[in-house]
């Protein structure tokens, strides 16, 4: 009996740490829906979901080193060099729009996995290379523009942050990214490798795993996204600036991290990621309306973050506990 009712007591607090992002966003919606009278109206929610989308494409790329049990901090300065660099070259250069984006993004991928490669290569620490690349985009982004925005940008790249039918183009781009990678996660032999790496980097080595491509692999994806999302936000303002995704590196971590996605890696997956991305957005939104300011958002974006690692730590103090007591 003693063992059985301990045995459902960890189950329970297992069940709530792996549905605590639903709970807390079920909790916010109800919060601000009675705080709010504008927040449930139809062109409320379909904004929450616009301002969510941008923020979900670069979260489910950083997703991918963090299951390797890295970090990108490079994604917020990507978004903006790459905003820019798409906008000059269809401003600045008559680049047609097709192929200037598809130049941004294999741009975003080389970087990305240029990171990887350092890390890989250097056995630097992935906070460590991505701090300075970080530090080394958003000075290359401000060198590029003088440190003014580009504007004047055609309607056929603009149209990426338009609405066809009242539905967001950033919305339905996010769901074909997430299709995608979906997939690549669950059904290729990448996916199960890179579970293998963030799990024990050793033990995926000696299995045969190609460790260090699959590394590379997954900071190539998290600067492809990066880029992706420059695009969108510069297609959304119609205008690329310079200082555009200062700290979105910190809220797109707080989204996978929230929506069960362990810093330590090997765990997590994109369903959790859009849902702590959809949880962001909609707490900024919600902040707004409330008329908070700017500056204190960005004081509990912060606690958020700190409350998403400790979610993090807690839930793995509790699956090592539930472990023990099975294998007891």
Partial sequence: MGIDSTHRRFSWKGALARHSSALIFLFLFACFSLLSGRFLRIGNVVNILEQSSLLAVVAIGITFPIITGGIDLSVGSLVALCGALAAGLVTGHAVPV???????????????????????????????????????????????????????????????????????????????????????????????????????????????????????????????????????????????????????????????????????????????????????????NGLNLLGISSYLQQVIIGAIFIAAVMLDLWTKERHGESSQGALS
């Fill in 98 to 284: 097709p192929l200037a984006i598809a130049m941004v993004l294999a741009l975003g991928a080389l970087l990305g996995g240029i990171n990887g490669f350092i890390i890989v290569a250097g056995r630097f620490q992935p906070f460590v290379v991505t701090l300075a690349t970080m530090a080394i985009t958003r000075g290359a982004t401000l060198v590029y523009t003088q440190g003014r925005p580009i504007s004047g940008i055609p309607a056929s790249f603009t149209f990426l942050g338009d609405r066809v039918a009242g539905i967001p183009v950033s919305l339905l781009i996010l769901l074909i990214i997430l299709i995608l990678f979906q997939g690549l996660l669950r059904f290729t032999p990448f996916g199960a490798h890179l579970y293998a790496l963030g799990g024990n980097e050793e033990t995926a080595r000696l299995a045969g795993i190609s460790v260090h491509w699959i590394k590379i692999g997954a900071y190539s994806i998290s600067g492809g996204m990066a880029a992706l999302g420059g695009i969108i936000l510069t297609a959304r303002l119609w205008s690329a600036q310079p200082q555009a995704a200062v700290g979105l590196e910190l809220q797109t971590i707080a989204a996978a991290v929230l929506g069960g996605v362990s810093l330590a890696g090997g765990s997590g997956g994109l369903a959790g990621t859009l849902l702590g991305a959809l949880l962001m957005g909609t707490l900024a």
